[in-house]
């Protein structure tokens, strides 16, 4: 866990957008690779996105502060319904 959170804290940012994290975790978890064949993104994301509006509206976050709540709720909602 470490070494996980030294490599987050010295990766900047620009770095971090070069990434593709799609590809890189779809090694791990191939339903990422072709899950775009199959599912209503549209649909997914018309919903992600008013949960991002409500967020960045509601608690005065910016764009990625929401995003980073959402992906967390997201992350314990599953975690504890699994």
């Not at 959170?5 to 072709?34: F, G, Q």
């Not at 018309?46 to 967020?55: A, C, G, M, V, W």
């Not at 959402?70 to 599953?78: A, R, V």
């Amino acid at each position: 866990m470490k070494n996980v959170e030294k490599i987050i804290i010295n990766t900047d940012e620009k770095e971090m957008e070069k990434v593709n994290w799609t590809n890189a975790w779809s090694k791990k978890y191939p339903v990422l690779a072709n899950y775009q064949n199959k599912v209503d993104i549209e649909y997914y994301q018309e919903e992600i996105r008013k949960l991002l509006d409500s967020l960045e509206e509601e608690y005065d976050y910016n764009k990625l502060d929401a995003m980073l709540v959402l992906k967390d709720i997201l992350y314990h909602e599953w975690k504890d319904n699994k």
